[in-house]
């Protein structure tokens, strides 16, 4: 076999000192590379991890899980969603309690969704930031996503959400407009 090896040896050889790091730097990153994509293949896995804003009791925070549709088995798969004050786990996420926390099972090439209405939930307030975690085996989940759904107060409520930012805008086109004048 050695034999097989020199040609590529003596190639190596001729390279300059600097080359041949650069050449061993890479075929390590593509081991690592090839390592790290082999140890999560089917793993368990956090597929969801964001913080979300509660700001009436019409809001719901809602969950929706896209299920791969080539799942070998779906009734032994399933998704973990939990709830968390966002203060709390933030704080210290090795101890914070979950507020709400529900098993979703699989639909194989279907999308599952689930809704927690502040309304219906004692533990959820409105006013309040809350920690939604998705965890499951991640070659059975092709994608998450965490929302709030909300009871909108029609067509005004997105600008007296962000009242400050549409009067800053404001002021920002009234100088502009004082600064095009005196030209």
Not at 18 to 30: M, T
Not at 104 to 120: F, I, L, M
């Amino acid at each position: 076999m050695g034999d097989r090896l020199d040609p590529v040896i003596s190639m190596f050889e001729d390279l300059s000192q600097r080359q041949q790091i650069g050449v061993g730097a890479l075929a390590a990153i593509a081991v690592i590379a090839l390592l790290a994509s082999v140890a999560t293949i089917g793993s368990a896995a956090e597929l969801g991890n964001e913080t979300v804003d509660v700001q009436d009791e019409n809001d719901s925070i809602e969950i929706s899980i896209a299920w791969n549709e080539s799942i070998t088995d779906p009734a032994n798969e399933s998704a973990t969603v939990e709830i968390y004050n966002e203060t709390a786990y933030s704080d210290d996420p090795a101890n914070a309690t979950a507020l709400l926390t529900e098993t979703v099972d699989a639909d194989e090439g279907n999308t599952t969704s689930t809704a927690w209405n502040v309304s219906d939930e004692a533990d959820l307030e409105a006013g309040e930031s809350y920690r939604v975690l998705v965890d499951g085996n991640d070659s059975a989940i092709d994608d998450v996503a965490i929302s709030v759904d909300g009871d909108d107060d029609g067509l005004l409520a997105p600008i007296q959400e962000n009242a400050g930012n549409v009067a800053l805008l404001a002021i920002l086109v009234g100088v502009a407009a004082l600064a095009y004048r005196r030209r």
